[in-house]
């Protein structure tokens, strides 16, 4: 999940703007979390798409 959508519990504000304590220690702990984090779902998607082709042509090409 990315933390664009997460809303903080503490201050009711979205956690990728930091205004509390708590929303800056989560975001600083979702960066670290993985690379992947920071990207939106339809770049995971494509990402997705582009190696199931990948792994496709390969397979018609050794068959």
């Given at each position: 999940m990315t933390y664009d959508r997460l809303v903080c519990a503490n201050?009711?504000?979205?956690v990728s703007e930091g205004r509390c304590p708590v929303c800056r220690a989560n975001r600083e702990r979702l960066q670290q979390e993985s690379f992947l984090a920071g990207l939106n779902p339809m770049t995971l998607i494509a990402l997705l798409t582009v190696l199931i082709a990948a792994v496709a042509l390969l397979a018609h090409q050794t068959a």
């Amino acid at each position: 999940m990315t933390y664009d959508r997460l809303v903080c519990a503490n201050c009711a504000s979205p956690v990728s703007e930091g205004r509390c304590p708590v929303c800056r220690a989560n975001r600083e702990r979702l960066q670290q979390e993985s690379f992947l984090a920071g990207l939106n779902p339809m770049t995971l998607i494509a990402l997705l798409t582009v190696l199931i082709a990948a792994v496709a042509l390969l397979a018609h090409q050794t068959a």
